[in-house]
């Protein structure tokens, strides 16, 4: 025994039209250990999850259990022990506490979710979070503000329980969503879609009801992509979890073959793989990235690049009952942030090849990552009061990570360097101008040292000339400025 201790409550919440009761365990440290609904609150009820419990809490046996007055625990616990499911010499506590410290996820107490179409009793949904101003330790997930919402399917034939989960989260963007929807589809034999509507005012519930065997989930209020992927995770089932915005494409058979990778190898928690990059209308421009797939341990290779494209990723659910969910306030790098909490605690391995098509952004697509210099900006601001500030970075000796820090500077810099001259190509000189004060404000030697180079100096000198050139009018049009001006004098 290692003296650690689990805490088991549940309550009465509202499923849909129905009520449930909700079970949860937490450990000492306030980590979720598992879930379980369950229609009857009984003996019965308690020895599945104790079993359920057991099983996810493998790790580390608990020493005590602690419970509330319930009288069907004393006896699901002895029958328990008899069975083996729980070691002879685990003690079971019981004491008076009140368990409301779960509730109905809720934006203000009166405020209630209501869901629909969730899975069966005993399929582990997180569907709990403190209400109220709550700081969310004991939960460790990261769900804040998350709105009343309906979770349903748009068939009824949908399964219950999935290999993969896909989430597709959408907002306005109703014609792009069969292309995402039907590649889904296609990549895996076992595959359950959820597409997250988050509050469009677009035609996105009526073209959902054209698809057969899908889960539909709608946001009252735009959430943004993180709360909207929340939901999403919410809503399914899989034991793997993969996101595909509405633009991005799955490749054939790759959640196939990413699963069969991630159950050969029970210690990692996510698979990745290379993405063709796309042109805005999707079509493969030749590129792919990366070119190379660094696995197992990759926490500091993340903390100074991200190489993992979102719709490549595949993880496994219960990684985040450690990690928690992705979080709701990064905009545009929330994938990174999950990346980098997975490979703080996880092995990560890979699939070289390509397993999906990223549609890359341009100046003028108005995606998140368009905005160079504002993803700059978060991401430099994650790095340093987030990423940095993870145990393991903060155990790592002071050299290693002023290392990853200095690493991460140039690859930024490097990056608005890019952008800047991408810029430039497409004639966009205001845009190229505040990429590269960015980059000199990040990393000025680096900016320095790549911007003196002959090649890139002809390079910017040039476009430079045909910006200037481009805005110029032609010369008989200055002529006949000039005589009308000189003609009113």
């Not at 582990?124 to 769900?143: H, I, K, P, T």
């Amino acid at each position: 025994m290692s003296g650690a201790s689990y805490r088991v409550d549940e309550t009465y919440i509202k499923v849909g039209k129905s009520c449930k009761y909700l079970y949860r365990a937490v450990d000492k440290e306030g980590q979720t250990i598992e879930f379980m609904l369950s229609t009857k609150r009984d003996v019965s009820a308690a020895k599945r999850f104790f079993k359920k419990m057991m099983r996810a809490g493998r790790r580390r046996l608990p020493f005590p259990i602690s419970v509330d007055k319930n009288a069907a625990y004393p006896e699901a616990f002895s029958a328990s022990q008899e069975e083996k499911v729980v070691p002879k010499d685990c003690k079971l506590r019981r004491v008076k506490y009140l368990n409301n410290v779960i509730s109905i996820f809720a934006t203000k107490p009166d405020d209630v979710l209501e869901v629909a179409g969730l899975p069966d009793a005993g399929q582990g949904v997180a569907v709990v979070v403190e209400s109220g101003d709550c700081q969310n330790r004991r939960l460790n997930m990261s769900w804040y503000n998350l709105p009343k919402c309906h979770i349903r399917p748009v068939r009824q034939a949908v399964s219950p329980m999935h290999k993969v989960s896909v989430i597709i989260a959408t907002y306005n963007r109703p014609h792009l969503l069969p292309r995402a929807v039907e590649s889904a589809r296609g990549a895996g034999k076992d595959v359950e879609i959820v597409v997250v509507d988050d509050a469009s005012t677009k035609a996105t519930s009526e073209v959902c009801r054209a698809f057969d065997g899908i889960r539909y989930v709608r946001a009252e209020r735009n959430q943004r992509l993180g709360g909207a992927r929340n939901l999403g995770i919410l809503a399914s089932s899989g034991e793997y979890i993969s996101f595909l915005d509405d633009d991005d494409v799955r490749l054939p058979g790759s959640l196939d073959a990413q699963a069969e990778a991630l159950a050969a190898a029970p210690e990692a928690g996510m698979v990745y793989g290379q993405a063709l990059l796309g042109d805005q209308n999707g079509a493969p421009t030749g590129e792919m990235y990366p070119t190379t797939c660094p696995q197992g341990d990759i926490f500091w290779e993340l903390l100074e690049r991200n190489f993992i494209p979102c719709p490549s990723a595949l993880f496994r659910r219960s990684c985040l009952f450690r990690i928690g969910l992705p979080s709701a306030t990064l905009p545009g790098i929330e994938d990174w942030d999950l990346w980098i909490r997975l490979a703080e605690l996880y092995p990560v391995i890979a699939v070289e090849r390509p397993v999906a098509i990223y549609r890359k952004a341009t100046a003028a697509s108005g995606q998140f990552t368009s905005d160079a210099v504002g993803m700059m900006r978060r991401i430099t601001r994650a790095h340093r009061e987030r990423w940095l500030k993870l145990p393991r970075a903060l155990g790592a000796p002071r050299a290693r990570r002023q290392t990853a820090r200095r690493r991460f500077s140039r690859n930024m810099a490097n990056h608005l360097i890019w952008e800047t001259g991408r810029c430039l190509k497409g004639g966009h000189l205001l845009t190229a101008h505040r990429n590269m004060l960015a980059a000199l404000r990040l990393h000025p030697l680096g900016v320095v040292h790549r911007a003196t180079r002959p090649s890139n100096v002809r390079f910017v000198l040039a476009r430079a000339a045909a910006g200037r050139r481009k805005a110029e009018p032609p010369a008989d049009q200055r002529a006949r400025s000039q005589g009308r001006a000189e003609r009113g004098r």
